[in-house]
């Protein structure tokens, strides 16, 4: 298991930008696949960006075009969100994939995820 640590949170203005980084006890470069949730209170955690160990990203629609997700090292993955708007407001979650053989694509199925931070909130004003 691997401890997952995120930052850069904070509150900013519509039109604005962000970087949120996840910081892992070990390396997560071999993880099948990374990604970025996020859940606003009474919602379900919905996926946001993912990175597969096949090199392809996947975002969801209302963050197309506007967020990036890549690693900066080995133990590090980042979620660069440009153009925020207030429906980008809620907790962002970092997760890990497992670990299996091959390269794998990205997902964004919740369940698939072993391991996950604590989060870090993201508010984003009109």
């Known amino acids: 298991q691997v401890q997952l640590v995120e930052s850069g949170g904070g509150s900013v203005q519509a039109g604005g930008s962000l970087r949120l980084s996840c910081a892992a006890s070990?390396?997560?470069?071999?993880?099948?696949?990374m990604a970025w949730f996020r859940q606003v209170p009474g919602q379900e955690r919905e996926g946001v960006a993912a990175?597969?160990?096949?090199?392809?990203t996947q975002y969801s629609n209302p963050v197309k075009g506007r967020f990036t997700i890549g690693h900066d090292n080995a133990k590090n993955v980042y979620l660069q969100m440009k153009s925020l708007k207030p429906e980008d407001t809620a907790v962002y979650y970092c997760?890990?994939?497992?670990?299996?053989?091959?390269?794998?694509?990205?997902?964004?199925?919740?369940?698939?995820?072993?391991?996950w931070g604590q989060g870090t909130q993201v508010t984003v004003s009109s």
């Open positions: 070990s390396a997560i470069d071999s993880r099948n696949y």
């Open positions: 990175l597969g160990s096949d090199g392809r």
């Open positions: 997760a890990a994939g497992p670990t299996r053989p091959g390269k794998w694509a990205p997902t964004l199925r919740t369940r698939l995820y072993p391991d």
